[in-house]
């Protein structure tokens, strides 16, 4: 139906003249025309026209299923084509019209909730989409309660009015994403607790599919032993007892079932290898602590800039072990597949790269002549050119790169004669560069990143050798602050925060090539050992990829 169409029908309708059905709901009356009903709705079509409708039937329906607030939404989309959805009548609108078929209604209402789903709603809005068949709004929030599980449980009251199917459908699978598997256990005593008599018969169901052995045997001791539901229950003891066992008795490092999948992996992407570059990605899970190598490499390459933007991996400049680069490649994770894009203007080994709003950034580095640059450029994937931007005020290579608050910073690096204690600060939408307050001392190799609202400037090399010196620097005071160091010390490594914990991966421990990995928690302020790369790795690029981009490599 044409707009000018709609508007002229819809004053004959609010005049009254030439409708053939009167509809009324709450006392409320309607006088429609039958055609414009059935053209937006099957319900009418079938009501209106069913064999069972004749001329002489009687003309006058009424509806007790919904308001008159939303039977007049109905009315006016049948005549206009459009519907306002709000936060007030999302719900009772979407119920409306699923109940008379309004498929033109449906589809904007799970926009309008899909756009809206938070901690506090995604358990509603699930058992909404799954009452009205709105299956893809389902899927969506399906997906988000088991990627913010933890999160969704302590925020939505909703959570305890799951059935036993519901909670049993998410808590076993795979994909539910929690730190601790004891989240899974807690969650479970809750939904209980919340209906105690009705429900404790449940518990060793629920617990059969809680994944003990993922727990520590201090935990199974401490808490699921002496939890009074688990102890009045002969197969829950059972089990538990069991897992204890299995625990006690092994030797292995990792555990005896199958891990829960992350959120999101860290890439470990090309770098120096064995006395050259290596195409090499390896995907680190989080949650069993191990690392998969990906069969996807492309043309070697160390000393580069790595980012994901938009579905699409980018390896950036650096070396191919004959010269340096100003080449750029993207890998599609979903296809397996590289492509070449737009060269940079610059040949830039040692690059520091980043993305901020859709862009990627690309500064500094060294030429084919040697030469350290403080030229900058702006790559714009939509289309797909590189574009000078203001230059540094100094000559970089090998700094450390981060964003923060619309803001890309660079620190230290190397110039043409020492390591650089200098620090500077770009503002995309003026175009200009800022210098900040210096580092305590030059440092070049370092690695820096975004964490808990500031730039951390993590290891390097200074004073002839490697270090494990980690500052952070907090942008409204304009101030440096030492942070417990690394546990090893390193330079030209990766670098990347995953689930609010801050990772180093390889790099170099003076002229050798190191596979040690460990990660920084700031609540507690401590480096913790985790698990070493394959194969020790310098020069390498790390990002982060969430877990609907990384599927697509078959981590199991």
């Not at 993922?214 to 229950?233: E, F, H, I, K, P």
């Not at 421990?509 to 698990?531: K, L, P, Q």
């Amino acid at each position: 139906m044409s707009a000018i169409f709609g508007d002229v029908i819809n004053e004959i309708r609010l005049e009254g003249k030439l409708c053939d059905a009167l509809i009324r709901v709450d006392g409320v009356e309607f006088k429609v025309h039958k055609i414009i009903l059935c053209n937006c709705s099957s319900y009418f079509s079938d009501l209106f026209c069913g064999k069972s409708s004749t001329p002489e039937q009687q003309q006058v329906y009424y509806f007790s299923q919904v308001s008159s607030n939303i039977m007049t939404l109905i009315v006016e989309y049948a005549y206009t084509g459009s519907v306002a959805v709000t936060e007030e009548n999302v719900l009772e609108l979407l119920a409306g019209a699923d109940c008379f078929a309004v498929k033109g209604i449906v589809k904007p209402c799970c926009d309008f909730l899909e756009q809206r789903l938070s901690f506090r709603n995604c358990f509603h809005i699930c058992m909404q989409a799954q009452l009205h068949r709105c299956r893809e709004l389902r899927r969506k929030a399906y997906l988000y309660i088991l990627h913010y599980f933890e999160e969704a449980v302590g925020f939505s009251l909703k959570f305890l009015q799951l059935s036993l199917q519901q909670l049993t459908d998410i808590i076993e699978k795979d994909e539910l994403n929690v730190k601790r598997e004891s989240t899974v256990f807690e969650a479970v005593l809750s939904w209980i607790c919340y209906d105690p008599e009705e429900r404790r018969g449940h518990l060793a169901t629920l617990l059969s599919k809680v994944r003990l052995l993922l727990m520590s045997s201090q935990y199974l001791v401490d808490t699921v032993c002496t939890n009074a539901l688990v102890r009045s229950s002969a197969p829950c003891i059972a089990m538990v007892t069991n897992a204890m066992k299995t625990l006690q008795d092994s030797n292995l490092e990792r555990p005896l079932t199958r891990t829960r999948l992350p959120s999101a992996v860290i890439l470990a992407v090309g770098g120096w290898e064995d006395k050259s570059p290596t195409n090499r990605i390896d995907l680190y899970d989080v949650r069993a602590d191990s690392w998969v190598r990906a069969d996807i490499g492309n043309a070697p390459r160390a000393f580069h800039g790595c980012v994901f933007l938009n579905g699409f991996l980018y390896s950036i400049g650096g070396f191919d072990g004959v010269k340096y680069l100003s080449s750029v490649q993207k890998l599609d994770l979903i296809t397996q597949t590289w492509q070449e894009v737009a060269p940079m203007n610059a040949v830039r080994c040692y690059v520091n790269v980043v993305t901020l709003n859709g862009c990627i950034y690309a500064m500094g580095g060294c030429d084919n002549k040697h030469e350290k640059l403080k030229t900058a450029e702006r790559y714009q994937p939509d289309t797909r050119e590189w574009t000078p931007i203001a230059p540094m005020h100094e000559r970089r290579s090998n700094a450390g790169i981060a964003t923060l608050h619309g803001k890309v910073y660079l620190c230290g690096g190397f110039n043409l004669e020492e390591p650089l204690s200098t620090a500077e600060c770009y503002d995309p939408p003026t175009n200009q560069w800022t210098l900040i307050a210096p580092m305590e001392s030059g440092c070049n190799s370092a690695r820096a990143v975004a964490y808990k609202d500031r730039i951390y400037v993590v290891g390097g090399y200074r004073d002839g050798s490697h270090t494990c010196r980690v500052l952070a620097y907090d942008p409204p005071s304009n101030q440096w602050s030492a942070v417990n160091p690394m546990i090893n010390p390193r330079f030209s490594f990766g670098i990347a925060v995953l689930e609010d914990q801050l990772y180093v991966v390889g790099g170099f421990n003076n002229r050798s090539t190191i596979c040690d990995m460990e990660r920084y928690d700031e609540e507690t302020n401590t480096w913790h050992a985790v698990r070493d790369m394959v194969t020790p790795r310098g020069g390498l690029g790390c990002c982060v990829v969430e877990r609907d981009i990384y599927a697509a490599l078959c981590l199991s």
